[in-house]
Each structure stands twice: as C-alpha cells, then as structure tokens.
C-alpha cells in the first residue's frame, strides 16, 4: 500500500547497497532527482536497468554507485556517447562496470514477464543478430506448436523500480500521461517502488490516454516538482536541452565531472 514520504526518507528505505534498480522513463518523466538522491547516499554494488540508460545512469555510473548494467541502448541522446560510461566500461573509472545487452524489444519483454509473474518472455526480435552469442540470459526456445526457433529471455524483476509521474492522490494513487513507456511494467514488476510526482491533490481528474497505478501496486510517493529535470513532463515542464549538451563537455573529463558532482548533487 502506497505511503507518502520524502525523497530522501524513500531512497533510504527502499534502494539498498548491492540492489538491482530500475529508474525509467523514456524521454519524458525520467526521474532524474531520485537518481541524484541515490548518489546522495551514497550507494554501491548496484545493478542498473533501463531500456535506454542516458545522462542520470551516466551520472551515476560516474558516482560510483553501479557495478553492472542491464540495458538496450545507451547515449546522451541528440548529442552523442555517455561519457562516465564509456570510462567505467573501458578502462574501470571510478569502479568496473559489467554489461548486459538486449534489444528494445527484450528488454521491454522481459518487464511484462516479470509484472505477469512468469519466469520468461519469448519474441522473435533477436534473430539475425548476434547479441545470443554475447549475452548469457539470451537463450533459443522452439514453439511447441510449430516447432519454430525463437528466443527467451528472462523477466525483470528489479528490487526496487523508481518512475516520475505528473501526479498523485493524497491515498497514493498514481496518475500519469504522454510518453509513457514501460512505467507501468516496471512498477508491477518490482518488489518496491518509488513514484516521484510533479503534485498531490485531493483527486485524479480523468485524463484521456492517462495510466493510473492503483496505491495498492506502489510502496512509496514522494513530491519533487522537477523530478524529471532536464527531461520534460508533459503539462508542467519542457525538455532541457542546453543540459544535455552541457553534460558532454562535463562527462568527457573525469576532473570537470567530479567538480560537477560536488557542486550539483552532493552539495544540494
């Protein structure tokens, strides 16, 4: 059942040293400031899954707090390479980072698994590739139907799956829309979930296309108007695009983005 807390009181009961986290988003209401309160707190060992790891998984590779990646694609998107990533991956900058590659497809397959409680997805996606031969949790099924080759893969669950969201209610339910990507899936397929809104009101007023999370599939909703800075949240925010063009001079230099760390995350 859904209770509502701050920021950092959530991030300090659900996200733990060691912990698989999933922080999604795509383009739009990514939550930025849980990630930011994740290195606030410093914590480590952590396995972190998204279908597209952008400039918060940069940031927090570059903090420290990762040990491997679970992921489809990843970039600063518009602008180029993820700067902190590519440093971790190649030459072990702050701490290793061990990689698991899917495709889009997988990986979103593999929330839906993991949200409808079953042990594996199977999809036709990865044929004609070579990502089977380079990741371990890629595996060949035939359809006991047709006898056809397909692929499997296995669900997420992550231990703790953290979404923005444009609102909530004061009971906890959730309410959000646009872009809406694979939230949903990953919130019902964590075994703790944090939402950061925009607001809490006293109701949800119908919106149409909105996905509504009953408070009984979340844990805990904190209200960080600017949760999803420098990404947009539609109704209350625009994309910050200077942002993402500024973070690649800051993440192409380990000094420049250890300065930026302590002056825009470490001391807010």
Not at 202 to 210: F, T
């Amino acid at each position: 059942m859904a209770e509502i807390t701050s920021l950092s009181d959530a991030v300090a009961e659900l996200v733990r040293d060691g912990d698989t986290v999933a922080l999604e988003g795509f383009t739009h209401l990514i939550p930025v400031a849980a990630g930011h309160e994740i290195i606030r707190q410093r914590r480590r060992g952590l396995t972190l899954v998204r279908m597209t790891p952008d400039i918060v998984y940069d940031q927090l590779i570059g903090a420290g707090c990762a040990a491997r990646l679970v992921f489809s694609w990843a970039g600063n998107p518009g602008v180029g390479s993820l700067h902190r990533f590519r440093d971790a991956v190649r030459k072990g900058w702050p701490a290793p980072l061990e990689i698991e590659e899917h495709s889009h497809a997988g990986m979103a397959n593999r929330y839906v698994a993991g949200a409808s409680g079953l042990p594996f997805a199977v999809l036709r996606g990865y044929t004609g590739t070579d990502l089977a031969a380079q990741t371990a949790t890629i595996k060949p099924i035939a359809c006991p139907f047709t006898g056809e080759l397909l692929a499997a893969v296995p669900a997420l669950n992550p231990d703790v799956g953290i979404v923005h969201a444009q609102r909530a209610d004061r009971a906890g339910n959730v309410q959000f829309w646009g872009i809406t990507g694979v939230q949903k899936e990953v919130v019902l397929a964590s075994r703790r979930s944090l939402v950061t809104v925009e607001e809490i009101v006293d109701e949800l007023a119908p919106r149409p296309g909105a996905v509504v999370l009953p408070q009984w599939t979340v844990t805990r909703v904190a209200r960080v108007p600017g949760g999803a800075h420098p990404s947009y949240a539609m109704g209350f925010s625009e994309r910050d695009n200077d942002y993402y063009r500024e973070w690649d001079a800051i993440s192409r230099d380990r000094d420049a983005f250890t300065r930026w760390l302590e002056e825009s995350v470490l001391a807010a």
